[in-house]
């Protein structure tokens, strides 16, 4: 069994849509959590940390840790064509940073 | 800052030989990583290190080496290179583990023939 799940997609939304996506995780011992968006060609970049369970905002990006279920989501509101990327999970512990599959998503205009 | 530099960007490996990807990171970071990426299958760690002189396994670490001789460098031996480690490989830092924000490179493209 995979540490951390994630399903790889690709997901198609229409601009406007909201983007729901989500991981799942086996390791009890991941504390922090985090969402990493992708572009062609380019190396990871950090969207959203968070460290307990509950949401976060930032502008239309919302990250949920439920840890009882060790499940995480990101949602998207408002998306934008600029918005079509790869979504990675991530989760760490013990030094350890362990990275989901990643959900292409396609946002058209 | 240039932040985490690899080199080189390409290379075009045949079987069995060997080489070395360069990762350096001007940050003071005591967490580096190296990671390879294959087409849907997201990021798999292959080595990581906690701060200089201490490196340990990752997810997939066969075929591959590491070193930490300085906070700054951290780079992946590739020995009797084989088709299966044709990926984009990635290394990253960061200054506290996990609780802090990754940084990456962009990326060495690596082909074995």
Redesign the interface.
Known sequence: QKEVEQDPGPLSVPEGAIVSLNCTYSNSAFQYFMWYRQYSRKGPELLMYTYSSGNKEDGRFTAQVDKSSKYISLFIRDSQPSDSATYLCAMSGWGKLQFGAGTQVVVTP | NAG?TQTPKFRILKIGQSMTLQCTQDMNHN?M?W?RQDP??????IY?S?GAGIT?K??VPNGYNVSRSTTEDFPLRLELAAPSQTSVY?C?S?YE???T??F????TRLTVV
């Open positions: 985490v967490y990583y990671y849907g299958m997201g990021l798999k760690l990581y906690v340990d990752g997810e990635f990253a960061s583990g996990g609780n924000e990754a990456f490179g962009q990326g």
